[in-house]
């Protein structure tokens, strides 16, 4: 038998993603019959009902491939920000968006800078492309600018800011934001993922268009994941001045973006009564949570977005297999270099309820010892 051809090495450095563990996984493996996850960030309201009904009008016509320039969308969404079409582009996620960034200005030797923990593609997609990714710590769980700005170098092609930071739920304020935009060099693009921003609610948190419209070399990543609740869908997009927007498509696939997925997310755009629903959801779930917490002792990291990072005092991962064992399905921090932490997604009240009984149990459980 032939040998398979060897992978190159900067494939094989590649870190698979890691995702939430799915429910059906759960049930089957511990034979249980009620199961929530809590785990991925997703909307616990779920789509507009006006996306579900623009769905299943297209889906009459699934026969056919879909719109490759997302015309219809790119013009919903030209209108909703009220920018020209030019400056933006529509992906397969806005995960999509970040591989396009990373294809098409990446090349060996390149430097990718961002803070660490935050969203794991960035790091894939200077791997992928063989550029070195350099990511100073978070400093008190945000994002270090002033550690990052001193990391900036003439080789710095690309700086990643998640805005709501994943895993952490912090933000940049638009004043530092507004201090590091204005050190780094023009050769380098800056992407701010704003994948959580419609569930900050800080009066500090940054606009970021209008840097783009001044001409600066921004990107914004939006996406119809998370408040939107169109995970299953895929679709994001980006924002950015033409020239930008116009490699990305260089590297696009011709039929990225599914004809459910648009018609879903233009649909989607015009529930607002959704989004507000889903925001005040999130703001009183984050009030419930940290309430349970404090009732338990345990600290956590104040958020702005629809998930939050809990201090369990002790190794998570036993706490997250008690949690399991109870049909709640969270993240363990290991996985972002915090062993004693989990992530929970803020889900509905009565799904918060149990999360937090389902806690206290687990953490009452003598078999996992406090560290502290
Ligand atoms: C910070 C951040 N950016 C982007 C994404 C990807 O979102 P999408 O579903 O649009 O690919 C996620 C998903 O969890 C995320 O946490």
């Excluded at 960034?101 to 063989?130: H, K, M, W």
């Excluded at 419609?198 to 948190?205: G, K, L, R, V």
């Amino acid at each position: 038998m032939a040998q398979p051809p060897s992978v190159p090495l900067h494939v094989q450095r590649l870190i698979p993603y890691s995702p939430g563990k799915p429910i059906e996984e759960v049930k089957r493996e511990l034979g249980l019959t009620d199961v929530i996850k809590l785990a991925s960030n997703e909307n616990p309201l779920g789509p507009s009902p006006r996306a579900l009904a623009a769905m299943q009008a297209a889906a009459a016509h699934v026969g056919l491939y879909p719109d490759g320039s997302c015309y219809s969308l790119v013009q919903a969404l030209a209108r909703h920000w009220d920018v020209p079409t030019e400056y933006l582009i529509a992906g397969n996620g806005s995960d999509e968006i970040i591989h396009f960034l990373g294809l098409a200005y990446l090349r060996p030797g390149d430097e990718v800078l961002s803070c660490e923990p935050t969203f794991v593609r960035y790091q894939s997609a200077a791997i992928l492309n063989q550029a070195e990714y350099i990511a100073p710590p978070l400093r008190d769980f945000r994002y270090d600018l002033a550690a990052m700005a001193e990391r900036l170098s003439p080789r710095t092609r690309m700086v990643f800011i998640a805005n709501p930071n994943n895993p952490t739920g912090t933000i940049v304020a638009a004043a530092e934001m507004r201090r590091f935009l204005d050190l780094v060099p023009e050769s380098a693009i800056v992407v701010v993922d704003e994948a959580y921003c419609e569930y900050a609610t800080s009066p500090d948190y940054p606009q970021t268009w209008p840097y783009v419209r001044e001409g600066r070399n921004v990107v914004v990543l939006r996406t119809f994941s998370k408040i939107y609740a169109l995970a299953g869908l895929r679709v994001g997009y980006g924002i950015a001045r033409p020239e930008i927007i116009a490699a990305l498509h260089q590297v696009r696939e011709p039929f990225n973006v599914s004809s459910l997925a648009q018609a879903a997310a233009m649909a989607s755009l015009e529930d607002r009564e959704q989004v507000e629903r889903s925001r005040r959801t999130n703001r009183e779930g984050l009030v419930q949570l940290t309430a349970g917490f404090a009732r338990l002792g345990l600290r956590w990291v104040p958020s702005q977005a629809n998930f939050i990072l809990v201090d369990v005092g002790r190794p998570c991962v036993p706490v997250f297999q008690a949690l399991l064992r109870r049909g709640v399905i969270v993240r363990t921090g290991d996985i972002f270099g915090l062993p004693t932490w989990l992530r929970v997604t803020v889900g509905t009240a009565a799904e918060n309820e149990r999360f937090l009984g389902a806690l206290s149990a687990a953490l009452a459980d003598e078999r996992i010892a406090a560290t502290a």
